[in-house]
């Protein structure tokens, strides 16, 4: 039996590309081979598809393109909009809105030019507080949300 089959064992004709780049820990790609037995193809991942099928599925998505595009975009934002909420520890878009809403979480509206001398005197007076760590840890937490806060303003220009 020959075990020499299968993506690994067969010629690949151009650089595997990723299939989510802003998603590092997905290692899923495409890339344009020749199988085992010959045949021309595509592998997404380890699945074959020769090239017919590989026709058939560029012929489909390019039927769906405009659609594509913008479905792309939305969940892009969608993911932005996720980082955001996890960030805080809320596994839903639901329960952070609920934090908010019960009072669990407080949303500060803070100019730019009023933000960095916020940061500056919360840092500050974070490290002449000693003995009140539960006051030490809130303001540690406003620092924290402020610092990203000013990342995803950068992030998003």
Known sequence: MNDNFGRGHDKEFDTPQMLSPETPKDPSDIVIAQNSDGRYGVYIEDDWYGSQQALVILKYLEK?????????????????????????????????????????????????????????????????IEDDETLKDGLNSLVKQLNASVEREEKNG
């Open 64 to 128: 769906h393109r405009v659609w594509l595009e913008q479905t792309a975009q939305e969940n892009m934002r969608e993911s932005e909009y996720q980082e955001v909420w996890r960030g805080y520890g809320y596994e839903t878009q639901e329960a952070f809105l609920q934090a908010i809403e019960g009072g669990e979480m407080a949303c500060i509206l803070l100019p730019d030019e009023q933000r960095g001398a916020v940061l500056r005197f919360l840092e500050h007076e974070m490290h002449l």
